[in-house]
């Protein structure tokens, strides 16, 4: 391959991943060029390019998705090469060959290679070529369902299912008896089909208590592969990863080398370019081979903390023809690093994608311990088009001891108002001590039940004072502003010769106070608190009882956020119209957020049990069931397969028949 200095890069993505390459090819001095859908023309790594062009509606399909109207980009802006990020098109073989054929540098491996690792069940014939050890299982052709239930018996239950051209998660399915193995599959190859445009599948031997170790490849043009370390991805929720860490703790010196080793086998095997991952299951001292990604990871910034070294860099020179600047006798770790990925979702709600506006952003000050990836910005919208990930924060120390302290602390420094986040989540899990003295197995979040999304009742006590707080201040400043202010006109339960008591109107909470010299006294489940402090920009300094508590308030017409450490508590004011938790508990088949109708699981007229799976909605690139309320029969679906539905729409009527039988 010829050198060519490349020049003008155009970015076939959007959100943070977008703006990270921007940094880097602004560094190297490339003018850049962005893309964006309907939804994303205020995005931040729109407003970060040099050019940006419009691509068509919000659904990546009709957008981000769609080969032709990137190359057009890329031909009116004069760009000669494509960075295509993670997801949408960076491992599809088609865009790269369309890239080669129209003269654009594709910033990523071979057509040929994408081919190879595409297909799950062609990477494991490469792989056992390639002297990789693999995971018993089924990776033929052969698709039909009997026959891979045949095939599934044969392996032993429990099995896994998964998209054989998937990833992150999607189209994966566990199978712990052969019952439940038809509606599984089929479960896995819709999603196979909605996210990856194939519904093949695999199967596997479900290994019990595994760690997820990868290791980060790089080849150039001339013959040349190296490793630069591991990381481990073994904490994850959904099969999706939500910290990762680099280097895997644990491991023997010579088991990395091994693992090291046998990653690039598998790069050289497939003729590799560029940056790729090659992800093993960890059990002991054996691992096994699971996929190879052929792009950049997600979870990449960890490994350019412990090595120095800045992937995308390198990406963009390997694609310029150029060879590797480091061989594998030069490439040295330092110290340890973690990622966390900060998810718009609620993790009290199984985890379900949230969107809205991002009211209020407070994150930990950037330094040489603290990196966060991100492409959003207070006044942002978050899409329900899109993957429900909005920021990755990255530490580094000395040790993992060191580096745990430190993600712990940003992590109560990062704080976000308008929707639910899994921060307080992420704390829990670098608070727990299985955690804090190794990396677990990949069941280890299913493992701990709800304890993970467990909050500190001391921390929601001291958030609701501050939240009260906040409160009587843009109380009292809004009547200072009124020239006239007199008893009269005050929101207090005013009394002649008697201090003033101001009712605070949270929704479901006790709270009163009263004005004193230095701030508030404020009653709260019948205890008194002595309140004083400030608020500024949204930035609380509150003394409760003399002790200092230091956080951000967000407010709205119709509720007080307070963001308290890892705490966002959400404090809803009683002017906003409720629905009774009654309510809520007689509409479980409203759609639990903006998604798709998948498929009617039930015929209409059909007598259900409470609990039966009655139709399932697929939004931000998962799928949801929605099980029956209670026994009845159903008499209509609201919505067809394949329609579009809005958060809080009733998806389903089912006659409830008890109500008929007590009666």
Known sequence: MNTQALKKILIANRGEIACRIMRSAKQMGLTTVAVYSDADKNAQHVKMADEAYYIGPAPSKDSYLVTDKILQVAKNSGADCIHPGYGFLSENSGFAKACEANNIAFIGPLASSIEAMGSKTRAKEIMAAANV?????????????????????????????????????????????????????????????????NDLVLLERYVNQPRHVEVQVFADNHGNCVYLGDRDCSLQRRHQKVIEEAPAPGLSSALRKEMGEAAVRCALAINYRGAGTVEFLLCGDEFFFMEMNTRLQVEHPVTEMVTGVDLVNWQINIAGGLSLPLAQEDIQLQGHSFEARIYAEDPANDFIP???????????????????????????????????????LIVHDDSREQALGRLRQALEQFHLAGFSTNIGFLNNLAQHPTFNESAPSTHFIAEQGDSLVAVNNTLV???????AFAYLCSLNNKHAEEKNASPWQQLSGFTLNSPSVIKVPFKDLQLSAIKTAKGYDITHNNTVFSLQGTVVNGGCTVFIDGDKHIAHVSQSNDAITVMNKALQAKLELMNKHYISSHESDALPLAAPLNGTVVKHLVSVGSTITKGDPVVIIE??????????????????????????????????????????EGA
């Open 133 to 197: 050890p693999l995971v018993p299982g089924y990776y033929g052709d052969n698709q039909d369902p009997r026959f891979l239930q045949s095939e599934a018996e044969k392996i032993g239950y429990p099995v896994l299912i998964k998209a054989a051209f998937g990833g992150g998660g999607k189209g994966m399915r566990v199978v712990e008896k052969a019952s439940d193995f038809i509606s599984a599959l089929e479960g896995a190859q819709r999603e196979a089909i909605a996210g990856f445009g």
């Open 354 to 392: 949230c969107s809205g506006t991002i009211e209020a952003m407070h994150t930990p000050n950037q330094n040489e311990f603290v990196r966060i990836d991100t492409g959003i910005a207070q006044g942002d919208e978050i899409s329900p088009y899109y993957d429900p990930m909005i920021a990755k």
């Open 461 to 467: 006590q001291s958030s609701e004072l501050i939240g």
């Open 619 to 660: 939004a931000m690139k998962m799928e949801y069931t929605l099980n029956a309320p209670h026994d009845g029969i159903l008499q209509s679906y609201c919505f067809g397969e394949g329609e579009l539905v809005s958060h809080g729409a009733l998806l389903a009527i089912v006659e409830d028949t008890t109500v008929q």
